[in-house]
């Protein structure tokens, strides 16, 4: 892999990192439109990446299909939304503001379920990060390094909030700083591992380049719909979450079309 590669990968993790660190620097727990704002931001620009980075391309990618170019992306749509029911399912977890735990019972800590619901939702990042530098790395004519990049530009942006999201409320429950702001980094560790698992699979993944793009939109889609969405919706307030989400899905398109 090169260097540039290597930075684009690891870009998604910096911006976790970086929104983990807000718990060093705010005193308070985030304030409920706050984290209304930052979930349909962060909504918006998953929705986006989904179809502009992952399912057009996907698509493109089939053309020589005719009629049924849809196909591929159609399944391995599909095929990303079960993966993801599946480990929602398996994996025990907590989201946000939520008292009941889903997936199998398990004795973790509450703190512990709530930065594996984030690892969860963060799997499906990395692996369309992956799946794109693995495409731009083959000579795909669909996928262009400013595409790769704006991709994980865009969810890097996403990450910032998820980053505090996550570190913030774990230190407001009396977890250290310290240890809050690793429970954040961490949480997104995920992403590069899984990015560079998929590019070093590559020859195995350019011949199913269309169904992994679109497998990834799945997974992400189910995310956004499963858990963020209501997250921003519940409760008052809920407009913050729409328009942000606008801003977000606005911004994602842009820095796709201008930078691919």
């Not at 718990?23 to 727990?29: C, G, R, T």
């Not at 931001?41 to 929705?47: K, N, Q």
């Not at 977890?175 to 949480?187: C, H, M, N, P, T």
Request: proline share 5%.
């Amino acid at each position: 892999m090169t260097l540039k590669v290597i930075m684009g990968l690891l870009i998604p993790f910096a911006g976790t990192a970086l929104g983990a660190a807000c718990v060093f620097f705010m005193k308070k727990e985030l304030g409920v439109k706050v984290q209304k704002a930052l979930t349909g931001f962060a909504s918006g620009v998953m929705v986006a990446a989904s179809i502009w980075s992952l399912i057009i391309p996907a698509m493109e990618q089939s053309e020589g299909l005719g009629r049924l170019s849809f196909l591929p992306a159609f399944a391995g749509f599909w095929l990303g939304i079960l993966f993801l029911l599946l480990l929602d399912s398996v994996i025990p977890h907590l989201h946000m503001n939520a008292e009941k735990a889903e997936g199998p019972r398990a004795g973790f800590k509450k703190t512990t379920m709530m930065v594996l619901a984030v690892t969860l939702h963060n799997i499906p990042e990395g692996m369309a990060v992956g799946v794109v530098y693995a495409g731009f790395l083959s000579g795909n004519s669909n996928i262009t390094a400013g595409g790769a990049l704006a991709l994980a530009l865009g969810i890097a942006i996403q990450n910032f909030p998820e980053g505090a999201i996550i570190s913030m409320p774990l230190c407001a429950e009396g977890r250290s700083k310290g240890k809050a702001f690793w429970d954040g980094v961490l949480s997104g560790a995920v992403e590069p591992l899984g990015a560079a698992l998929t590019i070093l699979a590559a020859g195995a993944v350019i011949p199913a380049m269309p169904y992994l793009l679109s497998f990834a939109a799945g997974a992400m889609m189910y995310v956004v719909v499963e858990e963020l969405i209501p997250e921003m919706s519940e409760g008052e307030h809920s407009n913050i979450g729409v328009v942000m989400f606008a801003l977000g899905f606005t911004l994602m398109m842009a820095l796709d079309v201008a930078l691919g």
